[in-house]
């Protein structure tokens, strides 16, 4: 490593990442004359073990493969720095605008707030519609559903690890997605469904497109959701991120409650990059 350098720590998965990414390319830019690497070690250390999902989206100077001096990997694998503020090393959402200063910079928190990382978010979703724009498959597939459907609405569902005792998330239920299919005022929608589609056995939908049906790997599923102008997410980051790539005339509709331990969704307070997200 050299010697004035910017790390990312990353954790969880697809959404979460990009919620970091954000946040350390807002750094990056910040810190300009820092080298640039990104910390994957620590991505399987959790009940829910994950994937590195950056690669399409990283720039060429940011570097993957690398040692950490073993001080800081022993206190990052076992996120010591989140427990004590005496890490003036540690950047994380409270300390975040503070501009610490010192030869190694550690990015490692959520930020699961727009208005926090708005200028990092700018950055990735250019990226992200870049990906979209060149994406052959995902364009193919979408053009057909639009060809032969109308009024279509794209449905998120989340369950996975949600159904863990121990997680502080719940899953929606049918009267969110109910009420937000009747604001939408649409007749007769088309629903398109990504996600945790095994939960429709529990609700009342006609015309359904299941998106497991296309056979995408994570990625071109994300891409494809980005698609479409209304959009109902979970509380997921992965479905958040989908439905802001192409947020210019969407109506991107999420739920107000986004976990056990929140009283309301504070992914989109202050909403600086002017989402038109409407709340349920």
């Not at 890490?87 to 501009?99: A, L, Q, T, V």
């Not at 995408?216 to 479409?228: A, C, I, T």
Request: hydrophobic share 40%.
């Amino acid at each position: 490593m050299n010697t004035r350098s910017i790390v990312l720590r990353l954790a969880g998965g697809l959404g979460n990442q990009l919620f970091q990414y954000s946040a350390f390319k807002q750094l990056c830019l910040i810190n300009s004359n820092y080298s640039k690497y990104i910390f994957t070690k620590h991505l399987k250390n959790y009940n829910t073990k994950r994937e590195f999902m950056l690669q399409e989206i990283i720039d060429n100077d940011e570097i993957i493969d690398f040692k950490l001096p073993i001080y800081y990997e022993l206190v990052l694998k076992f996120r010591i720095n989140k427990l004590a503020s005496f890490f003036k090393w540690s950047i994380n959402k409270n300390n975040f605008h503070k501009r610490l200063i010192n030869n190694l910079l550690v990015v490692d928190d959520y930020f699961q707030n727009v208005s926090l990382i708005n200028n990092g978010m700018l950055i990735v979703i250019k990226k992200l519609q870049k990906l979209s724009y060149e994406n052959m498959r995902v364009n193919s597939i979408y053009s057909e559903i639009y060809s032969k459907h109308e009024n279509l609405i794209c449905l998120h569902f989340r369950a996975g690890d949600y159904l863990l005792d121990e997680n502080d998330f719940f899953i929606q239920n049918y009267d969110y997605y109910k009420e937000c299919i009747k604001e939408l005022n649409l007749s007769n929608p088309t629903l398109v469904v990504f996600g945790d589609t095994y939960l429709l056995n529990k609700f009342k939908f006609n015309k359904l497109i299941i998106s497991s049906e296309f056979k995408l790997n994570d990625w071109e599923e994300f891409l494809l959701m980005s698609k479409f102008n209304n959009i109902i997410i979970s509380n997921s980051t992965y479905s958040f991120w989908s439905s802001v790539i192409n947020f210019k005339n969407k109506s991107i509709f999420a739920p107000n409650k986004w976990s056990k331990n929140t009283l309301n969704n504070d992914i989109w307070e202050n909403n600086l990059l002017k989402f038109n997200c409407i709340t349920k």
